[in-house]
């Protein structure tokens, strides 16, 4: 389910009025006894405190759900699907509590296979079975050597709870995978290094819930319940339940458009899409967007909003439903205008916000070809190696001052031997055999005959250093991140939609949330349909603030970034 990777939407933090009703609902739906669960087992064992989930489609199979990830370490705890009726615990969960699901047993070298998309065939399965393990079952594989330690979870696709004896001619799927140790959920974190598989020492909970209430019960401990939990958590961490009124909302983004008119330089006719991105979204008073935006209003849409400015006279329109133009705005002679006071915005601060993410670094490699050789030869260097650009360079620079191929006369020109003339340096106009000293080197460099182009992609840690997340020595020039700015068919919504951040490190999900407080608008995550790669879209024209991202936050360089902006080329015509 998880060979490849997901498409997840942003992130949100689960509020605690959630997190309970979902502890709640598992606790029931898991059968655990409510009197061995105490706070800080649960946050310890089953929920972390601080938990954001998000909407996730798994292809090909096309699978939507939601999965649920602890803040503190950034790997998935839960997650559901549409059909899954309750959550279901990843290994990281089952780590911490292995007693939540029937146990299905299999040999070590088995995990690899599972590992590789393949289902637990009942001819690597270990009897005798849990009498839970019926067809249709949710339940944890583990392996014999560490029975402690679950590779895997899945359904069972037969009713192992009668076998008790595996025949010989006994054979087809004992279990179908859904989550497996190193696929792609498992690696959510976007984290490169392996998390290898815990001991068995390590794991100090019992394999059973009647072990579990043993063990609970013999520590003496006075546990309150889990509705009494529930209450602990209300009690110490107060949900904000706050909410405004649709008419206080509305206020809001009236007060918007007076001070966008008043305080901001407008350059009219504006499209209707940047007009509220750029402009009245950046100027709603410093309130949380999950408070103050577009859908809590009473226009809900954002042509609707406008029509209602410019039945206040505040703005003019042209053009028919969602397909308008602000073509003018009201000035000091309307009333709302000359009385309006300006009011502290949100601060759209310059210092950029902190990713998970470090910077990158490309390296770029040359390898010698044929046409090459003798250069090599006559320096007395290693021919069939890497090297980089400013090692080249210096190699020619010595190989010009140590054959003299410097005119004397004329110091800026050099005389083209056989070996410079086999490497494709051609002469200037005046006279065939001298060539400009400057641009010998980028005519050598330039000639694809003379050398096989590489490249890597390092990832570096907070403090510069590569921390071991290298790609593999890749044939030609590094990828580029392409950022696209188009305006949808039919509308006039622009788009500015980035692809190709995988190869870089980038995570989109990450990326959205940066862009959508950078822009101050919605940012979504799809899927572009030819490569199957996450593509990132935020509504307006951005072209300055991704690029400042993509270089400042993220390391990269301008030259790796590929901005197309059709609006410009409709602009010409």
Same mark, same amino acid.
């Given at each position: ?35 061995? %669960?105490?706070? *800080? ?30 803040? !503190? ?20 969960? %089952? ?78 799927? &004992? ?17 490169? *290094? ?12 019992? @394999? ?25 958590? &209300? ?10 009124? @649709? ?87 309307? !009333? ?11 601060k759209h601060s310059s210092r950029p916000v902190k990713c998970s993410s470090s910077s990158v670094t490309v390296q ?9 050789? *003798? ?13 980089? *650009? ?162 400042? !936050? ?20």
């Amino acid at each position: 389910m998880f060979q490849k990777n997901p498409i997840v939407k942003p992130f949100a933090n689960l509020k605690n009025s959630e997190r309970r009703k979902i502890i709640k609902s598992t606790i029931a739906s898991y059968n655990l006894p409510e009197d061995v %669960l105490s706070l *800080e087992f649960v946050n310890e064992h089953l929920f972390p405190k601080v938990i954001q989930h998000a909407v996730f489609k798994s292809s090909p199979s096309n699978f939507r759900g939601s999965v649920y990830v602890d803040v !503190q370490t950034g790997k998935a705890v839960w997650f559901d699907t549409r059909d899954s009726g309750r959550l279901i615990p990843t290994l990281y969960t %089952l780590w911490k509590a292995p007693f939540l699901l029937p146990i299905v047993y299999t040999h070590m070298g088995v995990v690899d296979h599972l590992s590789n998309g393949a289902n637990l065939m009942i001819r690597g399965c270990m009897p005798p079975f849990d009498g839970r393990a019926e067809k249709g079952v949710l339940v944890a594989v583990s392996v014999i050597e560490r029975p402690k330690v679950m590779v895997a979870v899945g359904y069972c696709s037969m009713d192992l709870s009668k076998i008790t004896e595996i025949a010989d001619n006994t054979a087809g799927v &004992a279990v179908s995978i859904v989550h497996v140790y190193k696929d792609k959920l498992y690696k959510l974190d976007g984290k490169l *290094e392996e998390d290898v598989l815990p001991k068995n020492e390590d794991i100090d909970m019992p @394999t059973s819930i009647e072990e579990l209430e043993e063990l609970r019960n013999a520590g003496g401990e006075k546990s309150e319940q889990v509705e009494d939990t529930a209450e602990l958590v &209300a009690e110490s961490h107060i949900d904000s339940t706050f909410s405004l009124s @649709t008419e206080e909302v509305d206020d809001f983004f009236v007060r918007s458009v007076l001070y966008s008119i008043t305080q901001d330089k407008i350059d009219l006719p504006i499209d209707a899409s940047i007009f509220m991105s750029a402009h009245i979204l950046k100027n709603l008073p410093p309130v949380d967007s999950d408070l103050v935006n577009m859908k809590k209003t009473s226009w809900k849409k954002a042509h609707k909003f406008l029509k209602a400015m410019e039945k206040l006279d505040l703005v003019k329109l042209k053009g028919k439903g969602e397909d308008v133009i602000v073509v003018s705005v009201a000035d000091k002679s309307n !009333q709302r205008v000359a009385k309006f006071e300006p009011y502290r915005v949100k601060k759209h601060s310059s210092r950029p916000v902190k990713c998970s993410s470090s910077s990158v670094t490309v390296q770029q490699l040359y390898k010698p070809k044929s046409s090459t050789r *003798e250069l090599f030869n006559r320096l007395n260097m290693e021919y069939d190696r890497y090297y980089e *650009e400013h090692e080249l360079k210096e190699l020619v620079a010595d190989y010009i001052r140590q054959f003299r191929l410097a005119r004397e006369q004329y110091p800026k020109l050099i005389r083209i031997d056989p070996t410079m003339s086999e490497m494709g340096v051609k002469g200037i106009k005046q006279t065939i055999n001298s060539a400009e000293r400057s641009g010998v080197f980028a005519m050598i460099i330039g000639k694809s005959s003379n050398f096989q182009q590489f490249y890597r992609i390092v990832k570096n840690g907070d403090n510069g250093e590569d921390n071991g997340r290298t790609s593999k020595m890749k044939k030609g020039s590094p990828p580029k991140i392409t950022v696209l700015i188009e305006q949808v068919r039919g509308r006039r919504k622009i788009m500015t939609r980035i692809s190709g951040l995988e190869k870089y490190y980038i995570q989109p999900e990450e990326l959205a949330s940066v862009l959508k407080v950078k822009c101050s608008g919605s940012a979504t995550i799809g899927e572009k349909p030819v490569t199957g790669l996450a593509e990132v879209s935020v509504q307006g024209s951005h072209e300055k603030a991704v690029e400042e991202i993509l270089v400042k !936050q993220y390391g990269l360089k301008s030259s790796w970034i590929d901005v197309t902006d059709k609006l410009k080329k409709q602009r010409r015509k």
